[in-house]
């Protein structure tokens, strides 16, 4: 079974405390769903029309588990603790068997 992939990038960071607050609640929601976060806000070198923002890296054992994470009632919490506080590009996508 293919294994499942957050892809979150930071275009802006417009409330550090919403951001802040999201954090604390994401990070179990994340794992309770059976997330496991690789990589989040460490360096970043882009390439061809690539810019380097902070970046976000998540892992789960299915591309299902992934969307079920997301639309989950713990991870919604968290969602709307973040509200505008960032403008993001968020995805969910399929890794190779």
């Known amino acids: 079974m293919a ?3 957050w892809v979150s990038v930071y275009r802006t ?4 405390e919403r951001l802040a ?3 604390k609640l994401a990070g179990p929601a ?3 769903a059976g997330g496991r976060t690789l990589a989040r806000g460490g360096r970043v070198v882009a390439h061809d029309a690539g ?3 902070r970046t976000v890296l998540v892992e789960f054992d299915s591309f299902e588990q992934a969307v079920a994470a997301r639309a989950s009632e713990a991870y919604q919490e968290a969602l709307a603790a973040l509200a505008d506080g960032v ?3 968020f995805r969910i996508v399929e890794g190779l068997d």
């Open 13 to 16: 960071i417009a409330d550090p």
């Open 87 to 89: 403008e993001r590009d």
């Open 3 to 5: 294994k499942g992939y």
């Open 21 to 23: 607050a999201y954090n």
């Open 30 to 32: 994340v794992r309770a």
């Open 51 to 53: 810019i380097a923002e």
